[in-house]
């Protein structure tokens, strides 16, 4: 399964910029067990376009992240990944959303709706902190010690 971190952002971050360093870290080490993309998108229209026009024998699962969405555990979105690899999806799209807030239309496309908790992120951190859960939930999936049940 591929997966793509998207975020929306009218401007790109300086690439000297920790959080970009961190993120590309993850990315990195994501794509040891699957293929693990980044892109920014200027716009939330942008993406929900790039979704539905996304080449695959499956429709793209789309998660977004939004405070007031569902909480889970490391373990428990291993355990969504693995249900939706499992099931044959090919893409996993996990979108970090615009300034204001993400569109009722959005929010009605997507599979899932997360929330890093109810506090509210600054999106280059929180597309940080997106990317190491993708590798978390990698890593869980995978038997490797990196996540140890915490």
Same mark, same amino acid.
């Given at each position: 399964?591929?997966i793509l971190?998207a975020t929306?952002?009218?401007?790109? $971050?300086?690439? +000297?910029?920790? @959080?970009? !360093?961190? *993120?590309?870290?993850? *990315?990195?080490?994501?794509?040891? =067990?699957?293929?693990?993309?980044?892109?920014?998108? @200027? +716009?939330?229209?942008?993406? *929900?376009?790039?979704? #539905?026009?996304? @080449? $695959?024998?499956?429709?793209?699962?789309?998660?977004?992240?939004? $405070?007031?969405?569902?909480?889970?555990?490391? %373990?428990?979105?291993?355990? #969504?990944?693995?249900?939706?690899?499992?099931?044959?999806?090919?893409?996993?799209? *996990? !979108?970090?959303?615009?300034?204001?807030?993400?569109?009722?239309?959005?929010?009605?496309?997507?599979?899932?709706?997360? @929330?890093? %908790?109810?506090?509210?992120?600054?999106?280059?951190?929180?597309?940080?902190?997106?990317?190491?859960?993708?590798?978390?939930?990698?890593?869980?999936?995978? %038997?490797?010690? =990196?996540?140890? %049940?915490?």
């Open positions: 399964m591929k971190l929306i952002s009218s401007r790109r $971050s300086p690439a +000297n910029v920790p @959080a970009t !360093a961190l *993120l590309e870290d993850y *990315l990195k080490r994501s794509s040891r =067990y699957s293929p693990t993309t980044h892109r920014v998108f @200027a +716009n939330e229209a942008t993406l *929900l376009s790039s979704v #539905e026009d996304t @080449a $695959s024998r499956t429709r793209p699962i789309l998660l977004l992240t939004d $405070s007031r969405g569902k909480q889970l555990s490391s %373990g428990e979105l291993a355990a #969504e990944v693995e249900r939706l690899r499992d099931a044959g999806a090919q893409t996993l799209i *996990l !979108a970090v959303g615009p300034t204001d807030g993400w569109s009722p239309a959005a929010l009605k496309r997507a599979d899932l709706t997360l @929330a890093f %908790g109810r506090i509210t992120l600054p999106h280059e951190l929180a597309a940080v902190v997106a990317t190491e859960q993708i590798y978390r939930a990698l890593t869980i999936l995978a %038997g490797h010690p =990196y996540h140890c %049940g915490h």
